[in-house]
């Protein structure tokens, strides 16, 4: 990540930050945990503006890392797993479930209808389609169930690749603004204790 600093004195702002690494990590620290916390936020929003999942869900999913003086770096993960699809609105009918992923339209699962798994010790609603035998064996999948298909959406990783480098650009200005912002108030510090 690139930093652009614009501080008045910058000759004298460079000769007191010479060596001084603890201190000028501590100061990247704070702003690249900043700049994590806003990066959040706008994934976030940006996320729910392409698919339909609740606040609380995204953010629940998002595993904030911050950054520390042994590793200046700040990072969010998301879960590569799919994303059931009964956690979006969805409506069961004659014909199947209709189910809303993305902003402005819905799907309709044919055959579609909402059962109930387990998942480690507790239930889960799920959207699956029964298959018919082939072969006279019914298909084997990913569930481990024979019979029936669980259809899952995108995940939130998936999501978050489409909108991550525009939160980056976002980012990107904010962290370099909280940079000179500490570089200032450490200035203002040292030339209060002479």
Do not use: C
Not at 98 to 124: Q, S, Y
Not at 137 to 166: C, D, E, F
């Amino acid at each position: 990540m690139k930093f652009k600093l614009d501080i008045k004195g910058a000759d004298t702002a460079i000769r007191q930050l010479e060596g001084l690494k603890k201190e000028a990590d501590l100061m990247t620290v704070r702003a690249l945990n900043k700049g994590l916390s806003k990066a959040a936020t706008l994934s976030n929003r940006e996320i729910r503006g392409q698919v339909n999942l609740k606040l609380n869900y995204v953010k629940e999913r998002m595993t904030l890392i911050k950054a520390n003086p042994d590793r200046l770096a700040a990072e969010i993960k998301t879960p590569r797993r799919g994303t059931l699809m009964t956690r979006y609105p969805h409506r069961v009918l004659k014909r199947g479930v209709k189910v809303r992923v993305k902003k402005g339209g819905a799907k309709l699962i044919r055959g579609g209808f909402v059962t109930t798994l387990k998942a480690g010790n507790r239930r889960v609603e799920a959207i699956a389609v029964a298959q018919p035998k082939q072969g006279g064996r019914w298909p084997r999948y990913k569930t481990g169930n024979r019979k029936i298909n669980v259809r899952y959406a995108p995940s939130i990783s998936q999501v978050y690749q489409n909108v991550k480098g525009n939160v980056g650009e976002q980012v990107d200005p904010y962290i370099s603004d909280q940079m000179q912002k500490e570089i200032n108030r450490y200035l203002r510090q040292s030339r209060g204790r002479r």
